[in-house]
């Protein structure tokens, strides 16, 4: 568009519902700490009531009456509004969702109620230790940085928020050129882009503030918070790379054959050879310009060297051995079926058009990434291994019993820094 939103559209007439994703790139990562949290605590008020729709409920009912569903949810680095109707409806949902953005009420009895739900929220992810542990190792994987924050943000901010800070925020960072609308499903794309070309015309253009640098990995190699607990929870975490390196495919790759999913290496081994964690996983994230690998546990807290070894050795054996054929075959296939599962719906197609514009500048096709992952072969899972997975680079982060995590430590021979989390 003129004011620089992109809009992308796939016409699906097999299908009879129409999914809207709208990314706006905006999340915790371009606050600071006099500000953390006002991306999530901003995606919670737009639901409080528009010019339109005065109430929450006017928002709900605008949609559910037909049967649809609208909803929203806030990352490190965008924002995401969505809704899926019957096709016949998505005009409204359209409506709904750009009146969210385009004039949401912010008033400060709302502002009041929300700040109290929020804090909440942020005091559930503090007293929840599978959910602390995470916490923990972003905070040693990105130091002092908002990349290491929990996206809900500080307390005391949260508590100090209000209606003219949240709109002046909003004005700053829904930038239309950071901005993507994607629809798929059974609709008319000529119409269809006219008719958010109508909605989303109220965006002026404008450059969006520029997002802090990702920082260097810490030299505080772990973590570690004393609670009294059942099971002890633990994170062991490298950096990688960013959403457009050309490892990013292969680091996928390495992460399915270790631990996404109930045929990985972590599950296999931990839980059905061993009996020693009930939820034993890994994951990938990528930022613009970070990444990371995670792996994480929890088990009983007398098995804290016995299961920090055994992911270990996991680890150690995707550096020294290649993936074997008929694994790498298997794992290949996991990857592709679940992406074109993914794309079988219309709510998948308008996520995957969003995203991959908003963060690429293009969209891949399904083909095309199948011939990446088809490229993919043990000596790159084996050469990324050693590259990113190297024992030097792990940071560690643990919440469990105080006698439990004090069997926590990095891999490396020598001394390393280590934090108490209050």
Not at 25 to 45: I, P, Y
Not at 58 to 86: C, H, M, Y
Not at 314 to 332: I, K, T, Y
Request: aromatic share 6%; charged share 25%; net charge negative.
């Amino acid at each position: 568009m003129a004011n620089g939103l992109r809009v992308l559209v796939a016409e699906m007439p097999e299908t009879r519902s129409v999914s809207i994703a709208v990314y706006v790139g905006v999340g915790s990562r371009v606050e600071s700490k006099l500000d953390a949290g006002t991306s999530h605590f901003l995606e919670h008020m737009v639901f409080k009531g528009t010019a339109k729709r005065p109430t929450a409920a006017d928002i709900s009912q605008e949609i559910e009456s037909r049967g649809g569903l609208v909803n929203a949810s806030t990352d490190k680095e965008v924002t995401v509004f969505w809704s899926r109707v019957p096709a016949r409806h998505y005009l409204v949902a359209l409506d709904v969702i750009a009146d969210m953005i385009r004039a949401p009420m912010l008033r400060p009895d709302d502002v009041e109620s929300e700040r109290r739900v929020v804090v909440e929220e942020l005091r559930m992810y503090r007293d929840q230790p599978q959910d602390r542990v995470h916490t923990l190792i972003d905070e040693l994987l990105y130091p002092r940085h908002p990349l290491g924050w929990e996206v809900a943000g500080r307390e005391q901010v949260v508590l100090a928020m209000d209606a003219d800070a949240l709109r002046a925020f909003m004005t700053r960072n829904y930038a239309p050129g950071r901005s993507v609308v994607a629809l798929a499903g059974r609709l008319v794309a000529d119409e269809a882009i006219a008719a958010v070309q109508e909605q989303f015309a109220f965006l002026g253009a404008r450059e969006a503030p520029a997002f802090v640098p990702a920082p260097q990995a810490g030299k505080v190699r772990a973590k570690v918070v004393g609670k009294r607990a059942e099971q002890t929870h633990l994170c062991i975490g490298w950096r990688t790379v960013p959403t457009d390196h050309p490892d990013k495919f292969t680091v996928d790759m390495l992460n399915a054959v270790l631990g996404e999913g109930m045929s990985s290496r972590l599950f296999l081994e931990l839980r059905e050879k061993r009996g020693l964690a009930y939820d034993v996983h890994s994951y990938d994230s990528n930022y613009a310009d970070a990444g990371h690998l995670v792996v994480y546990a929890g088990f009983a807290p007398a098995k804290t060297a016995e299961v920090t070894t055994a992911v270990l050795r996991e680890v150690a054996r995707l550096r020294d051995e290649g993936v074997p054929d008929a694994e790498l075959e298997r794992v290949r296939d996991f990857a592709k079926g679940r992406m074109e599962l993914r794309l079988e719906d219309t709510r998948g197609v308008s996520s995957w058009l969003a995203g991959q514009e908003l963060f690429l500048g293009r969209v891949r096709t399904v083909e095309e990434v199948c011939a990446i992952i088809d490229g993919i072969g043990p000596d790159d899972i084996q050469r990324a291994a050693r590259t990113y997975l190297r024992p030097e680079l792990a940071y560690v982060a643990a919440v469990g019993p105080r006698a439990s995590i004090a069997a926590v430590a990095p891999p490396a021979a020598e001394p390393v820094a280590m934090g108490i989390a209050s």
